[in-house]
């Protein structure tokens, strides 16, 4: 492609994505009744609207990518095979315990760091679940379009040989995804960094976006679930101002790299039996 069409790509659903959030919040301020339509904390309107806004922007970067390229939107989700429904369940399953155990090593030896308050139940309360569990694998998928279906192609595009673009298409998709969660905490933007390595290596060993979707929607469903047991019956805040973050951090890094050694064994016995 020629050099500026990534940097529509990198940047374009991006922006939408933000414009739509703040779009979103201004309805469901109006729904809500809100002085503070803004406010970080989560009510199940608010949490929505996020997922919503994440989805569609997903699904407009592989749109603009597809046609900027002229390429098949189906080899942006999978290629050279075709999309398989098998290895996303798969993933999830295995995505579902290791990040289940992250969760459970994190609440024994730092509980304060999440920012957990208490455990309780409400009307609040359920209505997030619900919401969470309908809504946020869309985005999650919607995060796995853009930044390993659409941005990380795009930008490996600047670089011919194919060994320096995939490292082009790592680094800028996983910075790209770092910036977006809008973290100035060292720790935090590190690890969305690091995350975006970790997904971007799951696709390409993969080829295909079933692996990084599976564990995307694993982690934030259950992180999502945790957050709101443990918000005491209220919505919950994700904080990711400067000193949100810290060294408890490494432990669920350590899942992204156990999740990564999964994909790679299961596509190296795939291999071998294909």
């Known amino acids: 492609m020629s050099w500026w069409k990534p940097l529509v790509v990198i940047v374009t659903p991006a ?17 809500e009744g809100s002085d503070d339509p803004m406010s970080a904390t989560f009510t199940p309107l608010k949490l929505l609207a996020i997922n919503l806004s994440v989805g569609l922007a997903g699904v407009l970067a592989v749109a603009l990518l597809a046609w900027l390229a002229k390429v098949p939107w189906r080899s942006l989700i999978s290629s050279p095979r075709a999309f398989d429904g098998r290895r996303l369940a798969q993933y999830l399953l295995g995505a579902a315990v290791l990040v289940g155990a992250g969760i459970g090593v994190v609440a024994l030896v730092a509980p304060e760091s999440p920012g957990w308050v208490a455990f309780g139940v409400s009307g609040t309360t359920i209505l997030m679940l619900v919401i969470t569990l309908l809504s946020t694998p869309l985005q999650s998928v919607g995060e796995e379009l853009m930044y390993r279906s659409a941005v990380l192609p795009a930008a490996a595009s600047w670089v011919r040989a194919v060994r320096p673009a995939l490292a082009v298409g790592l680094v800028v998709s996983s910075l790209a995804f770092a910036v977006v969660h809008g973290s100035s905490d060292p720790w935090l933007f590190g690890y969305y960094t690091f ?14 976006i079933e692996a990084p979707a599976a564990f995307h929607i694993a982690n934030n469903v259950l992180f999502s679930t945790v957050n709101t047991l443990m918000s005491d019956g209220k919505g919950y805040t994700i904080d990711r101002s400067s000193d949100t973050g810290d060294a408890s951090l490494l432990i669920l890094a350590a899942v992204n790299i156990a999740v990564v050694a999964l994909v790679w064994m299961r596509e190296r016995r795939a291999g071998v039996r294909g």
Do not use: K, N, P
């Open 195 to 208: 995350i975006g390595l970790a997904t971007g290596l799951m696709a390409i060993i993969s080829r295909g």
């Open 15 to 31: 922006l939408v994505m933000v414009v739509l959030q703040i779009v979103f919040y201004q309805v469901v301020g109006v729904i």
